[in-house]
């Protein structure tokens, strides 16, 4: 397996890269220690020519290689995202990130087991066991409360996960998770959205109350 070097060209996270060949299907890039990194055809701009450079997502193809496209997923490395499952298989549950290749959740990585065609919260991160993109339902050990910078009344992006008794999980960055209470949602919201608010509270243990106006 490739070994992911301690570079600025980083799986999981978007990276400018030059353009060193130019074939009928596709194009190589400049990975600097991965060497060069295949964009396939259907990814690559209309005009891109050698010795451009290029802004591509990398991560690991179905036999452990860098490959590189333009399209940009739900999520990337050091994340939180509302993604679906799609497949349940032997060695986990798969989520559309919104690339061709799935997103592995292994089942070490589970809460609880997942279902097929539910919405989950997850964290995106690179296993450097399986070197490869996977998930975890399991965001606690991922966030550090003591990292949380924001001041009462800082505006943030977020988007709406799953509702409760008392209101909605919210991502709020994509980088922490906070809530927004029934008593204050004076608009219609829905999961999977995103929008915008502001920070109303920050607690000690890392849990932030967000409002809407």
């Known amino acids: 397996m490739i070994k992911i070097p301690d570079q600025s060209v980083k799986i999981g996270r978007m990276n400018r890269l030059l353009v060193v060949t130019e074939l009928d299907f596709g194009i190589y890039l400049d990975g600097k220690k991965f060497g060069e990194i295949l964009m396939p055809r259907k990814y690559v701009?209309?005009?891109?020519?050698?010795?451009?450079?290029?802004?591509?997502?990398?991560?690991?193809?179905?036999?452990?290689?860098?490959?590189?496209?333009?399209?940009?997923?739900?999520?990337?490395?050091?994340?939180?995202?509302y993604l679906k499952a799609v497949s349940i298989t032997s060695i986990?549950?798969?989520?559309?990130?919104?690339?061709?290749?799935?997103?592995?959740?292994?089942?070490r990585e589970q809460r609880e087991r997942m279902t097929?065609?539910?919405?989950?919260?997850?964290?995106?991160?690179?296993?450097?066991?399986?070197?490869?993109?996977?998930a975890s339902t399991k965001i606690g050990k991922y966030i550090d409360p003591n990292a949380i910078q924001y001041n009462?009344?800082?505006?943030?992006?977020?988007?709406i996960c799953g509702e409760s008794d008392r209101g909605y999980k919210v991502i709020v960055d994509k980088q922490y998770v906070g809530a927004i209470y029934h008593n204050e949602i004076f608009q219609e919201i829905h999961p999977g959205e995103s929008t915008s608010g502001f920070i109303k509270l920050v607690r000690p243990d890392g849990k932030i109350d967000i409002e809407l106006q």
Do not use: C, H, Q
Not at 123 to 132: K, P
Not at 152 to 159: A, F, M, S, T
């Open 45 to 81: 701009p209309e005009g891109v020519k050698v010795d451009d450079f290029i802004d591509v997502f990398l991560y690991m193809d179905s036999d452990d290689r860098p490959i590189a496209t333009t399209e940009t997923p739900l999520a990337m490395e050091g994340e939180l995202a």
């Open 92 to 107: 986990g549950a798969f989520l559309d990130w919104g690339l061709l290749k799935d997103l592995m959740v292994p089942f």
């Open 116 to 134: 097929d065609g539910k919405y989950y919260l997850v964290y995106v991160y690179f296993d450097t066991t399986s070197e490869r993109m996977v």
């Open 152 to 159: 009462v009344g800082d505006p943030v992006n977020l988007i």
